[in-house]
């Protein structure tokens, strides 16, 4: 679980963002920008980043505040998982990214699995959505919501992309060393316990 005073810090400042957004009041606009800073600051020190960078970070956030969204594509051949090797830290994780806002989901982690791995494929199932925060990933400045499809696959061969070196497949017992902030040991095992019972519902939170 990720620690309290960062939950804190992002309600405050998403119930700023909120306000700002709606407000025609400069007073409350004044009240509402305090409080964001108010925000900006709990994460500063909680997190040891920079008050600067934060505000940078936020800067764009605008309109109602909600869940960013993830995408990742699950897909497996003859029992093995496919994984791509992150350039950024050199660890592994499923396939995927975030969801561009003119994609519909599926085309999202279609588009990702192809950008990443050099694999074609079609979502045919959502396994689950889950709150990033609450299945062992590092703590973020965020709200995310992961979205995870099963995907059939088409075709394509495994290519190199900016931003992963590596692309393959996997056996349960043989998954290698993962990218912790994009896909976490605990999912894994959830995939593949919906690769063993197809009949499982999708799981979410």
Not at 4 to 18: D, G, I, M, S
Not at 27 to 34: H, L, Q, S, V
Not at 130 to 145: K, M, S, V
Request: proline share 6%.
């Amino acid at each position: 679980m990720e620690p309290q005073w960062l939950e804190w810090a992002r309600k405050v400042q998403a119930l700023a963002q909120n306000g700002l957004a709606y407000t025609d009041s400069a007073y409350d606009r004044e009240r509402y920008e305090e409080l964001r800073e108010v925000a900006l600051e709990m994460l500063a020190a909680g997190s040891g980043a920079e008050l600067a960078e934060l505000r940078e970070l936020y800067a764009g956030e605008t309109g109602y505040a909600t869940p960013k969204v993830d995408v990742r594509g699950v897909v497996f051949r003859e029992g093995q998982l496919l994984l791509v090797k992150e350039r950024v830290d050199g660890q592994w994780t499923l396939p995927g990214g975030w969801a561009d806002a003119w994609d519909t989901p599926s085309q999202a982690v279609e588009r990702e699995v192809w950008e990443e791995s050099g694999y074609r494929v079609r979502a045919d199932k959502l396994l689950a959505c889950w709150d990033r925060r609450l299945h062992g990933h590092p703590p973020t400045a965020f709200r995310i919501y992961k979205l995870f499809f099963r995907c059939a696959l088409l075709g394509g061969a495994p290519t190199q992309s900016m931003e992963t070196d590596e692309i393959g497949f996997f056996a349960e017992g043989e998954i290698p060393e993962l990218s912790l902030p994009r896909t976490t040991p605990w999912e894994i095992a959830r995939l593949f316990e919906h690769l063993r019972n197809p009949a499982l519902p999708a799981e979410f939170d």
